[in-house]
């Protein structure tokens, strides 16, 4: 069983910055991919950043230029700076993994509970 724990998230003016950060823990498993979604209210989960296992990067086209995505292989961990932020950014973020169990050899994706991003004045 994998379990990804985030932390981060809070309350933050307009424009100013926010890190989060996720780790993926447990045993018998190894971590491809990993990625930032997140949940405004009254829509849908949707991608801000990806990670692959190579290294590849891609974006939210939107957030280009003021997140970056980042991650720490030996730790299994996957970083989101935030910079300049707005009130639309205020979303629940979620952390995702994808995982291969090295037992069985099964790929199987793994979510963080959410950490909460609130950015008001």
């Known amino acids: 069983q994998v379990q990804l724990v985030e932390s981060g998230g809070g309350l933050v003016q307009p424009g100013g910055s926010l890190r989060l950060s996720c780790t993926a823990s447990g045993s018998g498993f190894t971590v491809g991919a990993m990625a930032w979604y997140r949940q405004r209210p009254g829509t849908m989960r949707a991608q801000v950043a990806f990670?692959?296992?190579?290294?590849?990067?891609t974006y939210e086209p939107s957030l280009q230029g003021r997140f970056t995505i980042a991650r720490d292989k030996r730790k299994n961990s996957v970083f989101l700076q935030m910079n300049a932020l707005k009130p639309e950014d205020t979303a629940i973020y979620y952390c995702y993994a994808n995982t291969l169990d090295t037992t069985t050899g099964i790929a199987r994706p793994y979510w963080g509970q959410g950490t909460q991003v609130t950015v008001s004045s």
């Open positions: 990670i692959s296992d190579r290294d590849i990067i």
